[in-house]
């Protein structure tokens, strides 16, 4: 009964990492920047909750506002910090720099105005008891089903709808979408809002199972999450999914072994070995270069 | 070199209408000056090509016309519209497709996947579905593999697509980037007879090649363009028969 715990907890964590790998993989295969300030969208989030909490807002709202406000801060990013950047074909690593500036700056923003220690965020969701091996999973069941659910709406969205198909587009070649008659810079801007709004979700998950925040805690989980989006293959949906579930096995497991201290070299040296034995991730296509 | 002036609708004589104009353009990648003053024009219904060397700079002006690049002063007007003023994604939607080098199909979307991204501006469902079932009944060979990745299309398959792709627009009028690139003699025969056919129903064209003696053949009229200027225009059997043309072009 411990293992079927250790793995539930495992993938319980490894769910709020999909909805952040999510997000980063999606950005990533659209414009192919690797966006390091998502991670932090997940603390804007958490902040979001916090002060509408506070506010004795209604958990609906507070869960709505978090999703809505992370959304614009998404589109307002892309709109800031990297627009120029990506309409001048700038250097990957002009942006990339960029992406570690605009996290430094939301890291730095959060402590300012709530200051550096963590804050407590109230029981969030009441649900009934389900018990495995004496302990209460139904907030980890929870995480599971909400991660699950909003992968397949994303799968959907990318393979039925219009919006969908434009980035599938706008992601293989930017100029041929745009002779399509694809607005492409709006076509990035809807990626930004729903990658953001997929982390603030994992935002949700997060105060509620952690029931804590503090402004660094989009550092760890962001690179986490993008080493389960690369793991997966960066770009593919379900490759984020299933990297970031068997990230948090394998944290678990680490924990089982009794070797919690090497729970994040575990996750690194997962990273190292996936690169090189299969650049592309465990769902990635390897990329054809355009000429 | 002179230019007919005139073609029969329903029997009475009018006067070719323009439909794409450009003049003076001049397009610079960074310090590279690629278009340096060009001037053309196509009138409705015609054939035209656009002949040039490797470099010469006709892709960069297809490009330019569809948005895809920022010229650096000249102008492009469309049916009288001013393409410069024209958001790129918008150029498609009033009538404007082009068929660009290297097919650039989307490769992880199936064949009609494919035909509905050249679709995209459109609103008119019944007409995008009556469209579907012509193109494909100009261009056969998509029909078996409509459900497959065009990525795993043949060279040729994704010249069709790309083409197909492009009719889905509606275009009045389709920019071709060397069609014919890459392709065996047989099947350039088949790209060439489609274009014409694509023509007959009332499509402007516009073709830029390096395959110039089948070009010259199918278009009624010829710019040849030599290191982003034109070096020489006309009707393209007197540009077939021209001893220059012939000895850099048409191979002797
Ligand atoms: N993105 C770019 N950046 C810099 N220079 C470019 C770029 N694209 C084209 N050029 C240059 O502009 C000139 C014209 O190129 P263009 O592709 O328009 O030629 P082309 O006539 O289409 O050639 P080809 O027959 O080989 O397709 C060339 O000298 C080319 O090197
Ligand atoms: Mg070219």
């Known amino acids: 009964m411990y293992y079927v715990t250790q793995i539930l907890n495992g993938l319980g964590s490894g769910s709020i990492y999909a909805l952040v790998a999510l997000g980063y993989s999606m950005v990533y295969g659209v414009v192919k920047l690797i966006n390091f300030a998502h ?113 397949a709406g994303l799968q959907l969205l990318v393979n039925t709808t219009k919006i969908g198909k434009a980035m599938r587009a706008t992601s293989e070649d930017a100029g ?17 809002a729903v990658g953001s709004a997929l982390a603030a979700v994992g935002a949700v998950l997060y105060s509620n199972t952690y029931m804590q925040i503090k402004p660094m805690m989009g550092g760890m989980l962001g690179l986490k999450a993008f080493v389960a989006a690369v793991f997966g293959g960066i770009g593919s949906i379900p490759g984020a999914m299933l990297g970031a579930l068997i990230l948090g096995l394998a944290e678990s497991l680490s924990v089982v072994l009794g070797q919690s201290a090497w729970m994040d070299a575990v996750v690194f040296a997962l990273l190292i070995l996936i690169l090189l034995f299969k650049p592309a991730g465990l769902l990635g296509q390897h990329m054809k270069e355009k000429v | 070199m002179t230019r007919g002036s005139s073609r029969l609708i329903w029997g009475v004589t009018r006067l070719k209408k323009k439909m794409l104009e450009v003049s003076d353009l001049q397009v610079y990648y960074g ?31 297809l490009h330019a016309v569809s948005g895809l690049v920022r010229p650096r002063s000249g102008g492009i007007t469309f049916c009288g519209q001013d393409l410069l003023a024209t958001k790129p994604h918008q150029i498609t939607g009033l009538g404007l497709a082009q068929v660009p080098e290297g097919r650039r199909v989307f490769s992880r979307m199936t064949v009609k996947e494919n035909l509905e991204m050249g679709a995209y501006a459109r609103k008119d469902s019944i007409g995008i579905k009556e469209d ?32 197909g792709r492009a009719l889905m627009a509606q275009p ?43 070009a010259l053949e ?34 002797g």
């Open chain 1, 39 to 151: 991670g932090d969208i997940i603390m804007v989030g958490g902040y979001t909750i916090f002060v509408l909490l506070g506010m004795n807002a209604p958990l609906w709202l507070a869960v709505a506002g978090s999703i809505g406000f992370c959304a614009v801060a998404g589109v307002v990013i892309e709109r800031v910090a990297y627009h120029r950047l990506l309409n001048n074909d700038a250097p990957r690593i002009a942006l990339l720099i960029t992406a570690i500036g605009v996290s430094i700056f939301l890291q730095n923003l959060a402590q300012l105005i709530f200051g550096t220690n963590q804050k407590p965020i109230p029981k969030m969701f009441t649900l009934p008891a389900i018990r495995v091996g004496g302990m209460n999973v139904s907030n980890t069941l929870l995480n599971i089903v909400v991660a699950l659910l909003m992968m």
């Open chain 2, 31 to 61: 310090a590279i000056h690629a278009i340096k003053g060009v001037r053309f024009e196509v009138d409705e219904g015609e054939i035209v090509t656009l002949i040039g060397a490797n470099g010469a700079g006709k892709t960069t002006i």
């Open chain 2, 172 to 214: 009045k009028m389709l920019l071709l980037d060397e069609p014919s690139m890459g392709l065996s003699p047989l099947l350039v025969q088949e790209i060439f007879r489609t274009i014409r056919e694509i023509n007959a129903g009332g499509v402007t064209i516009l073709l830029v090649e390096q395959n110039a003696k089948m």
């Open chain 2, 132 to 163: 579907y079932d012509r193109v494909l009944t100009i261009l056969p060979r998509l029909k078996e593999r409509r459900r497959q990745l065009a990525g795993t299309l043949s060279g040729g398959e994704q010249q069709m697509l790309s083409m």
């Open chain 2, 218 to 251: 199918l278009a009624s009229r010829a710019y040849v363009l030599e290191t982003g200027k034109v070096a020489m225009q006309g009707a393209a059997k007197e540009l077939a028969d021209n001893e220059e043309v012939k000895k850099a072009y048409l191979g």
């Open chain 1, 176 to 192: 041929a979408a745009t002779l399509m008659g694809i607005n492409t810079n709006s076509v990035i801007l809807f990626t930004f």
